[in-house]
């Protein structure tokens, strides 16, 4: 159980376009669902905590405009990266928090495969 | 600084062969500490989870241990196998009050040669 999975895995596309990440909990609710960033031999880098119903929280440095997320329901979260330039080619990688309302260290997150984005 | 540092910072090792990664942490508070394992390419896996209560978990060939007092965590892989190439993420999470907050080591990067 707990798998998450992201569409598409990899994508290319030219600058300026808009490319749309789509990331699933397939076999749970995830009321939190988290996207991260990650550069060649680099650790994963939070981007944006996505709630359900809500707006995303971003973290310092992050564009909001540039990088839109939509958490329509507790199985779906999207990332568009808006406007793409070659320095937005990275791997990125959605997780969701298996949650509920009583806090455990063992709530943790199931990380997605990962989606290779290269803007040329 | 990253509040999570580790290593080596790459290792190789024979297959067969037993090996230990290190990371220590600055975080503070803790709640817990995991390891995770990431294939090139690919999102991290769970190996373990420990609370600032335990010593040592196992999950198969992978022993983790904690000393909570001199923060530091380490990984120890038995009788490797080619498919343990990978990198090894140590992450700390921090309470938050509720809204949890993951600190990512920058990783180990092992290779297992035949």
Excluded at chain 2, 20 to 43: A, E, H, I, M
């Amino acid at each position: 159980g707990a798998v998450v999975s992201q569409h598409p895995s990899w994508v290319i596309c030219k600058s300026g376009t808009s490319v749309k990440i789509e990331c699933r909990s397939l076999d749970f609710q995830a009321t939190t669902m988290f996207w991260y960033r990650q550069f060649p031999k680099q650790s994963l880098m939070l981007m944006a905590t996505s709630n359900e119903g809500s707006k995303a929280t971003y973290e310092q440095g992050v564009e909001k405009d540039k990088f839109l997320i939509n958490h329509a329901s507790l199985t779906l979260s999207t990332l568009t990266v808006t406007s793409a330039h070659p320095e937005d080619s990275s791997f990125y990688i959605c997780s969701a928090d298996i949650g509920g309302r009583v806090r455990t260290p063992y709530n943790e997150q199931f990380f997605g495969p990962g989606t290779r984005l290269t803007v040329l | 600084k990253n509040q999570v540092e580790q290593s080596p910072q790459s290792l190789i090792i024979l297959e067969g062969k037993n090996c230990t990664l290190q990371c220590n942490y600055t975080v503070s508070p803790f709640s817990n500490l995991r390891w995770y394992k990431q294939d090139t390419g690919r999102g991290p896996v769970s190996l373990t989870i420990m609370t600032f209560s335990e010593n040592t978990k196992s999950n198969g060939r992978y022993t983790a241990t904690l000393d909570a007092d001199t923060k530091q965590s380490s990984l120890h892989i038995t009788a490797s196998q080619l498919s343990d190439s990978a990198s090894y993420i140590c992450v700390v999470i921090n309470p938050n009050f509720g809204n949890e907050k993951l600190t990512f080591g920058t990783g180990t990067r092992l290779t297992i040669i035949p």
